[in-house]
């Protein structure tokens, strides 16, 4: 199984900042990666599919970069409504690999 | 608009079985992969199953092979999962998710969640 690790595991920040999150891959996905954020008590929702492509009405403050093992997902300026929990993704291979998940908190 | 909406959730003993529904509503469900995952109390995301348009690929995590058994009726727009043996460990919130249409399964619309609690 691919093992999915993000960092870092939870972060503080403040509206405004850029934030990034990091997630690597126990072995070569090519561009197989996604990100999602979950809000306490809601269902994950899908921000970047292919590394690095948007999903459709997602804000462009966020972006996905990298391909093989390391992969980061930056958000540009922070507004209080992405204070969540976000999650990467391997579609690579089954079993399906989720990282452990990074908590974003506010400053 | 894309709607996947989950029921049968609830209290069970170890060792039993339950069945939870995703009916699917807004898309043409014959046309989209269908994925269960779902998330332990306060825990992170956990891939389940996974059946494609036809039912003829069917995939489940190890955790739950061999006593859950994934199914959909495209007649009828509905996702089942049939989870029988339940460990106290597959309480979780369980989660029905579309694949998008993308090259490989991410999962573009996921439902509200049915909790599964096992528990004597």
């Known amino acids: 199984d691919i093992q999915m690790t993000q960092s870092p595991s939870s972060v503080s920040a403040s509206v405004g900042d850029r934030v990034t999150i990091t997630c690597r891959a126990s072995?070569?996905?090519?561009?197989?990666l996604g990100w999602y954020q979950q809000k306490p008590g809601k269902a994950p929702k899908l921000l970047i599919y292919?590394?690095?492509t948007l999903q459709s009405g997602v804000p462009s403050r966020f972006s996905g970069s990298g391909s093989g093992t390391d992969f980061t997902l930056t958000i540009s300026s922070l507004q209080s409504e992405d204070f969540a929990t976000y999650y990467c993704?391997?579609?690579?291979?089954?079993?399906?690999?989720f990282g452990q998940g990074t908590r974003l908190e506010i400053k | 608009e894309v709607q996947v909406v989950e029921s049968g959730g609830g209290l069970v003993q170890p060792g039993g079985s339950l069945r939870l529904s995703c009916a699917a509503s807004?898309?043409?469900?014959?046309?989209?992969?269908m994925h269960w995952v779902r998330q332990a109390p306060g825990k992170g995301l956990e891939w389940v199953s996974y059946?494609?348009?036809?039912?003829?690929?069917?995939v489940y995590a190890d955790s739950v092979k061999g006593r859950f058994t994934v199914s959909r009726n495209n007649a009828e727009n509905s996702l089942s999962l049939q989870m029988n043996s339940l460990r106290d460990e597959d309480t979780a919130v369980y989660y029905c998710?579309?694949?998008?249409?993308?090259?490989?399964?991410?999962?573009?619309?996921w439902g509200q969640g049915a909790l599964v609690t096992v528990s004597s």
């Open positions: 998710a579309r694949r998008g249409n993308y090259p490989r399964a991410f999962f573009d619309y």
């Open positions: 807004g898309f043409t469900f014959t046309s989209y992969g």
């Open positions: 059946i494609d348009t036809t039912s003829s690929t069917i």
């Open positions: 072995q070569g996905i090519s561009n197989w």
């Open positions: 292919a590394a690095s």
């Open positions: 993704q391997q579609a690579n291979s089954f079993p399906i690999t």
